[in-house]
């Protein structure tokens, strides 16, 4: 009898244990499956908030740099700088294949249209190489009712491309290039020229000058490096709608130039180095102020970046100057950005471009050495994202 009594017991104790076993297992099983299925976005991985307050609170917060935002849906629509288009048009194609339904439309209409479409609201976001004047700050602010910042997004080098077959490779100095971009060097065999290029025979062909006949942000780039390294040797100033001499030929966009240059024997222009590989042209070393002749490589390009490059914005603003004479990579580098409005009059669209950044400035710089670009220095990639992650 008592021997049955204990059996008994024990056998209740048993399944009482069994029972808390199986509970604990259960919260356990529910937990994780919880944590497994919640997804990646940043717009559903925070945990519910446990009040209304909380709730709006946790929205209107920016994220914090570093922390990608959720995916953006709808249509963007951009333009401007044709420099960056090449980078642009791969950022839009691999961020639609990661935000499903978003799509980005850039149109490369060159950084001086791009900057008139942000500040009359015709553009979502612009791009361009150079920026913006005072007047065109106030009127970007006008349009997007909240302040328009200024966020690099790519490196590139301003490549002096050419045209000579039976010259594989050519030097040019600040000098020269002033010379040939004033009309006063005319003809390939200049002594000056010859001079730069030791044991090359330079053919008597005519030189032909193509340039940007559109306003053009890398024109004004250009420019600024022919005035700040050639010294009195140029004098035609810097501006993005510049004119250079008589005998030059204007061409739109920087496909046009490039275009202009591949069909013409002795042609030259400067331009951002993916169209001249897309037009299977080379690109000329060049002197700035330093002594050694430099091709617009990643490492060179990143190197003067890293020199020559300064923030002069402030806050959100990472608007900068360049300084081309302390640049001892490529002495043509320069930053390319992106124009958006800090807080958008429709929600969406802004957390569309918020998105869309971020994904140009983290992810999207994978893609920038297999187009002739650099990819930005970590320190300004920072930079970016804490930025970028206040415009809503």
């Known amino acids: ?44 991985s925070a945990a519910p908030a446990t009040t209304a307050a909380a ?53 490369a209409t060159g950084s001086g249209a791009g900057i008139t479409a942000i500040g009359n609201g015709t553009a979502d976001f612009a791009g361009s190489d150079v920026t913006m004047t005072a007047a ?88 600024s490096f022919l005035v700040a390294d050639a010294g009195s040797a140029w004098t035609l100033g810097s501006s993005k709608t510049l ?23 002795g042609g030259i222009t400067y331009d951002e180095e993916s169209y001249a590989k897309g037009q299977n042209l080379p690109t000329a070393l060049v002197k700035g102020t330093g002594t050694s002749f430099v091709a617009p490589t990643t490492d060179q390009v990143s190197q003067s970046i890293a020199d020559g490059f300064n923030i002069t914005g402030t806050g959100n603003d990472l608007a900068g ?3 081309f004479t302390k640049m001892t990579g490529y002495p043509i580098s320069t930053v390319s950005y992106a124009i958006a409005c800090t807080k958008y009059k429709d929600a969406a669209k802004g957390a569309s471009v918020k998105s869309f950044l971020y994904y140009a400035v983290s992810k999207g710089q994978a893609a920038a050495d297999g187009l002739g670009f650099a990819a930005l220095p970590s320190s300004l990639v920072s930079k970016d994202e804490a930025s970028i992650s206040a415009i809503s």
């Open 1 to 44: 009898m008592r021997t049955s009594r204990i059996a008994t017991s024990l056998l209740i104790a048993g399944v009482l244990l069994a029972a808390a076993a199986c509970s604990s297992s259960k919260k356990t099983t529910s937990a994780s499956t919880s944590a497994a299925a919640t997804p990646t976005t940043a717009s559903s």
């Open 55 to 107: 709730s709006t609170a946790a929205s209107s917060a920016p994220a914090a740099a570093g922390s990608a935002p959720a995916c953006g849906t709808g249509s963007l629509s951009a333009q401007g700088s044709t420099f960056q288009a090449n980078m642009e048009t791969q950022w839009s194609k691999d961020f639609a294949t990661q935000c499903s339904g978003a799509q980005v439309n850039y149109q």
């Open 136 to 223: 065109q700050q106030t009127a970007a602010n006008t349009a997007c009712g909240s302040t328009a910042i200024t966020i690099p997004v790519t490196v590139g080098g301003v490549a002096i491309v050419y045209n000579l077959s039976a010259v594989p490779k050519l030097q040019l100095s600040a000098t020269d290039l002033a010379g040939i971009f004033s009309g006063k060097i005319t003809k390939w065999n200049d002594p000056a020229l010859a001079t730069d290029n030791p044991g090359v025979t330079l053919p008597s062909t005519p030189i032909s000058v193509f340039y940007r006949n559109d306003s053009s942000g890398t024109t004004q780039v250009y420019t």
């Open 243 to 265: 004119t250079f001499f008589p005998g030059a030929t204007g061409k739109p966009k920087s496909a046009g130039v490039a275009a202009a240059v591949s069909q013409t024997t």
């Open 321 to 323: 100057s360049l300084a």
